[in-house]
């Protein structure tokens, strides 16, 4: 009897520290996500030294950041994760052709943008970013019959782009001109969120179907909510997003970069396109801003001051230097509305 009441006993210890387990992972869910969502629309979560630079009202400012904080991405063969259908009041994004900007029908003439999360206009308003800027532009100077089109994705570097053009040329979306702003986010290898995409490769590259379970496992405990929040509190943001890491000592980041210009400018001659390629102002080193943090400013210097060695791409950082006394960027890299504009008409100036 006392056997059974030992197992008996161990049994309930057993399902209760389960039963106990589930729900603190229950509950951190379910505090942490309605959290997440309270914070993203209720609050501005815009430095106050920054707020000023939007045309926005502070409530408008609240919803911008949610919808933006709403994005979600879907894998794209080739390339990486790109972002998927949007519809909202500030952000609206076409899987297949880009970023919401209002063009003509029937257009002479069809302008591509490709570059990452600057390009795309992170915390910009659709009629704000830098293509939809160069867009008023054109139209300004007469050319109406121009089509614009925003590819930017965010996290996108130089060969990610390359990629993505590629795939856009072979489903029939040619453009006339093609531009790139790169600098920001350029790496040795690799892609964000690879490691993510690699994991789940893995759980069915296995010797026989029956260890898929195994692996499933392993991902199932680590996707738990208890963990994903210790993963958070030891997290570093840093603006490079550990881009350094798929460097290894032998990886020379200007000589990469410039190889991926030559073969661009290689898939545009074959394409009869007339491809143009930009270096990008660095936050943290061009224009006015309000961010610092030693660690990333660090960073952000030597990434600049490797870049700024290429010769293949037309450099335009100085394009926010000595234009406004507004602080230029919503945060430690990416531009205010007024900032997109003046970068816009620096490309345009160097096109026309």
């Known amino acids: 009897m006392n056997n059974y009441n030992k197992i008996k006993n161990f049994t309930l210890i057993i399902i209760s ?11 951190i869910s379910l ?3 309605s959290y997440n969502e309270l914070v993203t629309s209720k609050k501005n979560l815009l430095p106050k030294e920054v707020r000023n630079n939007f045309i926005l009202s502070d409530d408008d400012q609240k919803k911008l950041q949610h919808e933006s ?26 899987s297949d052709m880009g970023r919401l900007i209002n063009n003509n029908n029937n257009c002479a003439q069809n302008i591509y943008f490709f570059g990452g999360s600057t390009t795309f206009g992170w915390l910009s308003i659709d009629t704000k970013t830098i293509p939809a800027e160069f867009k008023k532009i054109l139209e300004k100077d007469n050319k109406n019959n121009v089509c614009v089109f ?16 590629i795939n856009l040329i072979e489903k029939g979306h040619k453009p006339d001109i093609a531009i790139f702003l790169n600098g920001i986010n350029e790496r040795c290898h ?28 392993k991902n199932l405990i680590s996707s738990l909510p208890i963990f ?45 396109i007339n491809c143009y390629t930009f270096l990008q102002p660095f936050g943290l080193v061009n224009g006015n ?64």
């Open 289 to 352: 801003i309000y961010y610092t943090n030693d660690l990333d400013m660090k960073w952000m210097k030597s990434h600049y001051n490797n870049l700024i060695q290429t010769t293949s791409a037309i450099n335009i950082t100085d394009a926010l230097d000595n234009k406004s006394d507004k602080i230029n960027y919503v945060d430690g890299v990416h531009y205010s509305h007024e900032a997109n504009k003046f970068i816009a008409e620096t490309i345009y100036q160097k096109l026309y």
């Open 17 to 27: 520290t389960l039963f106990l387990f589930i729900l603190i992972n229950i509950i």
């Open 150 to 165: 925003n590819f930017g994705q965010p996290w996108f570097y130089s060969k990610q782009e390359n990629n993505y053009f």
């Open 69 to 94: 904080s709403l994005i979600r991405y879907k894998y794209e063969p080739f390339v990486g994760p790109i972002t998927a259908e949007a519809s909202g009041q500030f952000i609206n994004v076409d």
């Open 190 to 217: 690799g892609h964000d969120l690879q490691s993510n995409i690699i994991n789940e490769f893995d759980k069915l590259n296995v010797k026989h179907r029956t260890f898929i379970t195994t692996n499933n496992l």
């Open 228 to 272: 994903q929040l210790i993963q958070r509190v030891k997290e570093k943001k840093l603006i490079n997003q550990d881009m350094d890491k798929d460097c290894s000592p032998q990886d020379n980041i200007v000589e990469l970069y410039e190889q991926r210009l030559e073969l661009r400018d290689g898939i545009c001659m074959i394409n009869n």
């Open 31 to 33: 505090v942490w996500y």
